[in-house]
């Protein structure tokens, strides 16, 4: 029933920045995760970033600390990924994603593209 739209994605040089946006609907919120997934060709999907949507809580891959930032905007039940010091290796389809009640739900992803 919760549904995930992300925006944002683009083709952006090393060393760019991009922001990705997450606007869940369909459910209450009133408890659940918040995260960020990224998929290349030929990859795993692998985890970015998370946040505890009551308390703010963020955990990020040691691949993206101190260059993603991942926050949440209650009043809008939307999460934002800033994207800084864009790397090649950082080219994927950003997925968001929600876990509620033990169940996980996807948006459709954005492709980010960083090439010089």
């Known amino acids: 029933q919760v549904q995930l739209v992300e925006s944002g994605g683009g083709l952006v040089q090393p060393g760019g920045s991009l922001r990705l946006a997450c606007t869940a609907s369909g459910g209450t919120f009133r408890s659940y995760i918040m995260g960020w997934f990224r998929q290349a060709p030929g990859k795993e999907r692998e985890f970015v970033a998370s946040?505890?949507?009551?308390?703010?809580?963020?955990y990020y891959a040691d691949s993206v600390k101190g260059r993603f930032t991942i926050s949440r905007d209650n009043a809008k039940n939307t999460g934002n990924l800033q994207m800084n010091s864009l790397k090649p290796e950082d080219t994927a389809v950003y997925y968001c994603?929600?876990?509620?009640?033990?169940?996980?739900?996807w948006g459709q992803g954005t492709q980010v593209t960083v090439s010089s």
């Open positions: 946040i505890t949507w009551s308390t703010g809580s963020t």
């Open positions: 994603n929600a876990r509620v009640a033990g169940s996980d739900y």
